[in-house]
């Protein structure tokens, strides 16, 4: 019996498309907040430099986490990030960052809603999870936003 080394899972190209351009953000905002990590500066920055490592820290396994599930359904991931916005001090980082969390949130809502309907409930169930990390990031901008 020759048994099918093909996956089993079957999407549409759009949807591996979708994949990809989650790649290249979570890319983006690895980098993004990890040289803001490294860039703060003054006072406050004692308290946020590590929120922002571990949040670069948290995007870059988001963008293992997608590049798997990508390379599984067929699709090669991309190398290449996103446009990188650092910023020049500490408040324009931080809207920067609650920018492209929103983004984020708004771009996996819609890959959760494709997925679903091409029956790729795994694919859904991954974005479920980064998605709830999103939101807590989104969170955390938006209250260091306010003490800034
Ligand atoms: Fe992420
Ligand atoms: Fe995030």
Same mark, same amino acid.
Do not use: C
């Given at each position: 019996?020759?048994?099918?080394?093909?996956?089993?899972?079957?999407?549409?190209?759009?949807?591996?498309?979708?994949?990809?351009?989650?790649?290249?953000?979570?890319?983006?905002?690895?980098? =993004?907040?990890?040289?803001?990590?490294? =860039?703060?500066?003054?006072?406050? #920055?004692?308290?946020?430099?590590?929120?922002?490592?571990?949040? #670069?820290? #948290?995007?870059?396994?988001?963008?293992?986490?997608?590049?798997?599930?990508?390379?599984?359904?067929?699709?090669?991931?991309?190398?290449?990030?996103?446009?990188?916005?650092?910023?020049?001090?500490?408040?324009?980082?931080?809207?920067?960052?609650? =920018?492209?969390?929103?983004?984020?949130?708004?771009?996996?809502?819609?890959?959760?809603?494709? #997925?679903?309907?091409?029956?790729?409930?795994?694919?859904?169930?991954?974005?479920?999870?980064?998605?709830?990390?999103?939101?807590?990031?989104?969170?955390?901008?938006?209250?260091?936003?306010?003490?800034?």
């Amino acid at each position: 019996m020759a048994v099918s080394l093909k996956p089993v899972v079957k999407v549409s190209d759009k949807l591996m498309e979708m994949l990809n351009k989650a790649i290249a953000r979570e890319i983006q905002v690895s980098i =993004q907040y990890m040289w803001q990590h490294v =860039q703060v500066m003054g006072v406050k #920055a004692v308290a946020v430099q590590d929120k922002f490592k571990q949040t #670069a820290i #948290a995007e870059m396994k988001h963008a293992e986490k997608i590049a798997e599930r990508l390379w599984y359904l067929g699709g090669t991931p991309t190398t290449k990030p996103t446009p990188i916005v650092v910023g020049e001090n500490l408040k324009e980082f931080l809207e920067f960052d609650t =920018q492209a969390e929103v983004e984020a949130i708004e771009m996996y809502q819609k890959i959760i809603e494709m #997925a679903q309907k091409e029956k790729d409930v795994t694919t859904a169930f991954i974005f479920k999870e980064i998605l709830e990390d999103e939101e807590e990031h989104h969170d955390l901008f938006t209250t260091m936003l306010e003490e800034v």
